[in-house]
Each structure stands twice: as structure tokens, then as C-alpha cells.
């Protein structure tokens, strides 16, 4: 597990898959006491590392920028006045990153989308180009192992795909596809 400071109040934490299986966790498990190891062992870490003072509220923000690990950014909050009823306070729901798939050539995001629309799976899907490759983003989905027959998981982040990239579709990917090529 690799650590560096961001803030006086942030973590980045670089981890990988072969280190959470050390630690009992495994793609797609969200048991709740192997977390808890995990995320008690960052904050006696930064402790150790960065001298933090303990604080009753944290935030962690889970990354997954390759295949090799996850990025956890642990950020530590100062809670000096307890919230009270009169508080205006708004529940804000965690969203999943989308997924990203990068194709060598077109005729492979042709032939998943194809292959997608036989099992009747299509899903909400962005295209785009950059630098002589297709890149893919969707929601989260649990067909990614039909994706990885045809892709593979991107190295680059969503946001730089839809920044510097040239996009093609830039919703219902699939479905355009299909519209055009099938």
C-alpha cells in the first residue's frame, strides 16, 4: 500500500487488487468487517506516517484507474459543532464511477455492441476517440466480463476521454451503432 499526502486533510492511497485479497477482500465483495480492517489500517498508517489527529468523520472515495489496483482518497473532517435539528443538511447519494473500455479498432465496439443487443443487454454507453483508440464509457455494469472479450479496462480516466477526446456518440452509443452497422 502506497500513501502520499494531497492535503492537511486528504490521503491518497494506492493499493493493489493482490494486496485486498491479502486482506480478504475480493472483486465485487462488500463485506463490511474486511473493509473496516482495511480502512482502520489506512488511518493507523497515516497516523504513523503524517501525525493526523483522529476525527469522528471521513470520507473515502474509491478509484479504480487500472486493472492493477484502486486509489482510496481518505479525506478526515473537523466536526466541531454537532448537527443539530434546525440544520439545513442534504443527503447527497454516492455515485459510481462508469466504467471505461478501450478498443483497438472500431469493428470490436461493432461486434460487442452486436453481441450485446442478442443478449438483449444493451446499456446507456458514450464513444469516442483518442489517439487511435475507441474508448467505451458506461455505467457501471455486471456484463463486463463480455466487454473484456472485445476491450480491454482503459488506463486513462473518464474525464480525460471526454476532454481531449473526439466523440462519436456521446449517448446511446450502442444503439447508434446498431442504428448504423447492423
Given at each position: 500500500?502506497?500513501?502520499?499526502?494531497?492535503?492537511?486533510?486528504?490521503?491518497?492511497?494506492?493499493?493493489?487488487?493482490?494486496?485486498?485479497?491479502?486482506?480478504?477482500?475480493?472483486?465485487?465483495?462488500?463485506?463490511?468487517?474486511?473493509?473496516?480492517?482495511?480502512?482502520?489500517?489506512?488511518?493507523?498508517?497515516?497516523?504513523?506516517?503524517?501525525?493526523?489527529?483522529?476525527?469522528?468523520?471521513?470520507?473515502?472515495?474509491?478509484?479504480?484507474?487500472?486493472?492493477?489496483?484502486?486509489?482510496?482518497?481518505?479525506?478526515?473532517?473537523?466536526?466541531?459543532?454537532?448537527?443539530?435539528?434546525?440544520?439545513?443538511?442534504?443527503?447527497?447519494?454516492?455515485?459510481?464511477?462508469?466504467?471505461?473500455?478501450?478498443?483497438?479498432?472500431i469493428e470490436d465496439v461493432i461486434s460487442l455492441a452486436i453481441q450485446l443487443n442478442n443478449l438483449n443487454k444493451i446499456c446507456n454507453s458514450?464513444?469516442?476517440?483518442?489517439?487511435?483508440?475507441?474508448?467505451?464509457?458506461?455505467?457501471?455494469?455486471?456484463?463486463?466480463?463480455?466487454?473484456?472479450?472485445?476491450?480491454?479496462?482503459?488506463?486513462?480516466?473518464?474525464?480525460?476521454?471526454?476532454?481531449?477526446?473526439?466523440?462519436?456518440?456521446?449517448?446511446?452509443?450502442?444503439?447508434?451503432?446498431?442504428?448504423?452497422?447492423?
Amino acid at each position: 500500500m502506497k500513501l502520499e499526502r494531497l492535503s492537511s486533510n486528504k490521503i491518497k492511497y494506492s493499493i493493489s487488487f493482490e494486496e485486498l485479497s491479502e486482506h480478504g477482500i475480493f472483486e465485487n465483495d462488500f463485506d463490511a468487517i474486511n473493509w473496516d480492517d482495511l480502512f482502520d489500517e489506512m488511518l493507523d498508517l497515516a497516523n504513523e506516517e503524517y501525525h493526523l489527529e483522529s476525527s469522528d468523520t471521513l470520507s473515502i472515495e474509491i478509484y479504480s484507474f487500472n486493472v492493477k489496483e484502486i486509489v482510496l482518497i481518505l479525506t478526515l473532517f473537523d466536526v466541531t459543532e454537532p448537527l443539530n435539528e434546525d440544520d439545513d443538511f442534504q443527503y447527497e447519494p454516492i455515485r459510481m464511477s462508469n466504467d471505461v473500455y478501450c478498443f483497438e479498432n472500431i469493428e470490436d465496439v461493432i461486434s460487442l455492441a452486436i453481441q450485446l443487443n442478442n443478449l438483449n443487454k444493451i446499456c446507456n454507453s458514450k464513444l469516442y476517440e483518442f489517439e487511435n483508440y475507441y474508448y467505451v464509457i458506461v455505467e457501471y455494469t455486471p456484463y463486463s466480463a463480455l466487454f473484456y472479450e472485445f476491450s480491454e479496462k482503459a488506463t486513462i480516466s473518464e474525464a480525460m476521454i471526454e476532454e481531449y477526446g473526439i466523440p462519436i456518440f456521446e449517448d446511446h452509443a450502442f444503439d447508434e451503432i446498431l442504428l448504423y452497422f447492423h
